[in-house]
């Protein structure tokens, strides 16, 4: 056990520092670099002074020095200044941060609600009318893109309706910290998270759904329901007991994902988040936050798979290769 | 006596009837299920009124501005209405749909071409060579691709229809390849394959002319499914405004218009129709796929 972790764990350290090595020559394949900034405000700067800047910020050092002292520094939650901010990186991701992952916790949490019963139902009574809406519905899911289906829960509810706000994480007039701010929120939450829960259950239900179809028939199953278990026992102490562990597991991979995947849905709901950070800092061409953005959710991929790799070997030592 | 060559030809005809080709199995699994079966007629007319229509329609009326003709809602001369610069908007969603379609095509086909010569390779050769190259396909599996794409899109020089192509199938083959290197690791051990090796077949022809036929029922589901993620993927992009360039309209274009809330609420014939559509277009071709894949496993099997 403690041997696969230890092998995946340092499975680990040459992906992350390979995804470094290719953002960094990304980012200096991108146009403008902190000389360019620097001298933004500046048209006349001859030769000699952009040459004396260049100098100083060691944009002459060999690659491989440039590229130890940014990685050195970004380890240290120094992503350099954004140009067009006018202030470090860090800075702008501080209060983002919290949103994206507050969003992204949420949506994690309403998959389960939402998939978890369904795919005990569809599993449980296979062939029923439920079932089958189950599969359709999941036919849907699977079929509709994401930001499709963020537009028209949009369009629907916020605009037509009106039982939402459009945009935006909490009302800006109201004080923080209070009872009404918390429902704000809440308020503002709601469709984003709908926007990516409802669309992403697939993956969950069908696997319990297949699941608990295998389940049902195996041996110890027969044995308990040979004892005379009830059925619902047979459900709750027997089957599912298998059959929502690996489940569990997949929480890294989810959050991950969502993580990285709400960039449609930050912009569309203009919640201020990583993902609408990323659009907006790209199309105003503020590379060094386009840096640090993608960056950090690449090694917050790469460390979220590990994680659910280890949980999922802990859960279930099938997989557990050698 | 019955005649020997008779007799064969009796045997061949029986034998195709066991086996009928996968097209045949696919055309016969689509009729039983009245799903795929209107899906796939809904999908012809979408697709032909998609690529007919932008031959009758003039080209010139989709770009022409025409100020006394902006925002009008829809009527009979503009089914559906116009948008900011007075151009019909039906029209450009013709002509949005070929885009999409065409290009959803095109990424599909290379980058299914991409998967297939990486996991064929991988599952051919076996051993250290696929053990390092799927090491380095779960490394690209964990990039962000999205977030990839859109840098490579604002950074790379001469950004064109092309290139965009290119950069999506760029991130796009890697499920595909883990798929065929699976199943070509089981192909290689059987004795076709090493009897083809002990007469001296080249490995490349091995692969690409007797492993692949074999794995092709595979390929033909994975591109199917693919195609609808693809579509949706470009639209997705050009809606961000990192897709298509300005000039060729897509679908996504067309939806562009709902990032400003004005819009989105006040002249939804602009964005609405697309999205509508995209969302048909999606589960037709996963009702179709669904079946495709259903006639390639003979156990799933409604027909």
Redesign the interface.
């Known amino acids: 056990m403690l041997k696969f972790i230890l092998r995946r764990t340092l499975f680990m350290i040459p992906q992350l520092i390979l995804l470094s090595l290719i953002i960094f020559m990304l980012a200096k394949a991108m146009p403008g670099d902190a000389v360019t900034g620097a001298f933004q405000g500046n048209p006349d700067a001859t030769p000699e002074q952009i040459e004396k800047i260049r100098e100083k910020f060691g944009l002459n050092d060999p690659w491989y020095q440039q590229y130890g002292r940014w990685i050195g520094k970004a380890v240290q939650g120094d992503f350099g200044m954004s140009y067009m901010h006018q202030q470090p990186v860090t800075n702008l991701l501080a209060g983002r941060v919290e949103n994206t992952v507050l969003l992204s916790l949420f949506t994690a949490i309403m998959i389960y609600l939402i998939a978890i019963p369904l795919g005990i139902i569809a599993g449980r009574w296979t062939d029923t009318w439920a079932d089958k809406m189950i599969v359709t519905y999941n036919y849907f899911a699977f079929a509709t893109p994401t930001f499709v289906f963020a537009l028209l829960l949009l369009f629907l509810f916020a605009f037509i309706l009106g039982w939402f706000p459009t945009g935006n994480s909490v009302d800006i007039r109201i004080e923080a910290g209070t009872w009404d701010y918390i429902v704000s929120k809440a308020k503002h939450l709601f469709l984003p998270v709908m926007s990516g829960a409802l669309i992403s259950t697939v993956g969950t239900i069908q696997y319990l759904r297949n699941d608990i179809i295998d389940q049902k028939i195996k041996d110890y199953v027969k044995t308990a329901r040979a004892k005379g278990v009830p059925e619902g026992k047979v459900y709750t102490r027997h089957i599912l007991r298998n059959s929502l562990l690996p489940i569990a597991a997949f929480l890294g991979y989810e959050i991950t994902g969502l993580i990285t995947g709400s960039i449609f849905i930050e912009s569309i709901y203009s919640y201020p988040g990583l993902g609408q950070l990323f659009i907006q800092s790209i199309s105003l061409r503020d590379f060094t936050v386009v840096t640090a953005l993608v960056l950090i959710s690449g090694a917050a991929v790469i460390i979220g798979t590990m994680l659910s790799d280890i949980i999922l070997s802990i859960v279930d030592p099938r997989i557990r290769i050698e | 006596m019955t005649n020997p060559v008779l007799d064969e030809k009796r045997l061949i005809a029986q034998e195709k009837l066991n086996n009928p080709s996968l097209m045949r199995t696919i055309w016969r699994e689509i009729k039983h299920d009245k799903m795929a079966l209107g899906s796939l007629i809904l999908l012809t007319i979408i697709v032909l009124a998609a690529y007919i229509s932008p031959l009758i329609i003039d080209p010139a009326s989709l770009t022409r501005v025409n100020f006394l003709n902006v925002w009008k809602p829809p009527s009979a001369a503009n089914w559906l209405g116009t948008d900011d610069g007075g151009r019909d908007v039906f029209g450009q969603l013709m002509v949005g749909t070929r885009n999409s379609l065409t290009i959803g095509f095109c990424v599909t086909i290379i980058a299914g071409i991409f998967g297939l010569t990486y996991g064929l390779i991988s599952g051919f050769y076996g051993g250290a060579v696929d053990n390092i190259m799927m090491r380095i396909l779960e490394?690209l599996m964990?990039?962000?691709s999205?977030?990839?794409i859109?840098?490579f899109v604002?950074?790379v020089p001469n950004y064109n229809v092309f290139t965009f192509i290119l950069i999506m199938s760029a991130f796009y083959w890697f499920g595909k390849a883990r798929l065929i290197r699976s199943r070509a690791l089981a192909e290689r051990e059987l004795d076709y394959i090493n009897a083809s090796k002990t007469l001296g077949t080249p490995s490349w022809k091995i692969m690409f002319f007797e492993m692949f036929p074999n794995l092709s029922s595979l390929v033909i589901v994975n591109m199917t499914l693919s195609l609808?993620g693809n579509i949706?993927?470009e639209?997705?992009l050009t809606?961000?405004?990192?897709g298509l360039p300005a000039g060729t309209p897509s679908l996504g274009t067309l939806?562009s218009f709902?990032?400003n809330?004005d819009i989105?609420?006040n002249k939804?014939w602009s964005?609405?129709p697309a999205?509508l559509l995209?969302?048909v277009m999606?589960?037709c071709?996963?009702?179709v796929g669904?079946a495709v894949k259903r006639a390639s496993d003979a156990r799933q099997r409604l027909a």
Do not use: H, S
Not at chain 2, 239 to 242: I, K, P
């Open positions: 490394f964990v990039l962000p999205l977030m990839f859109i840098v604002t950074i609808a949706g993927l639209t997705g809606f961000l405004g990192f939806i709902a990032r809330p989105v609420k939804w964005w609405l999205a995209i969302l999606m589960l071709i996963n009702y669904q």
